[in-house]
């Protein structure tokens, strides 16, 4: 019903700043809900930041202060301002879009495919 699809990641030194986008298309007219999570190796998938069609928005204690998300409802995209990386943010990164709640479909949830970001000298 709705792709995912997510930029390019990349390598970037401590302290650097990453822009990462998210783009969903489709049956996107019930979107509320667009958010960023991050798998690093032999972790759990974490929440990193989220943001619903209010513009309300959410951070992981980590991240708060360093991150910021936000979207543009007319192009149904989802952004994620990384700055003053560090070494600990490496991981996937995974964008997740989810619809209001149907009869049909109460708990429609779709991920994008992940995009690698790697915080090194």
């Known amino acids: 019903q709705v792709q995912v699809v997510e930029s390019e990641g990349g390598l970037v030194q401590p302290g650097g700043s990453l822009r990462l986008s998210c783009a969903a298309s489709g049956s996107v007219s019930r979107i509320y809900f667009m958010g960023w999570y991050r798998q690093a190796p032999g972790n759990q998938r974490e929440l990193v930041a989220t943001i619903i069609s209010s513009g309300n928005t959410n951070y992981a204690e980590s991240v708060k202060g360093r991150f910021t998300i936000s979207r543009d409802n007319a192009k149904n995209t989802v952004d994620l301002q990384m700055n003053s990386l560090k070494p600990e943010d490496t991981a996937v990164y995974y964008c997740?879009?989810?619809?209001?709640?149907?009869?049909?479909?109460?708990?429609?949830?779709?991920w994008g495919q992940g995009t690698q970001v790697t915080v090194s000298l």
């Open positions: 997740n879009i989810r619809l209001v709640p149907t009869g049909m479909s109460p708990t429609a949830s779709y």
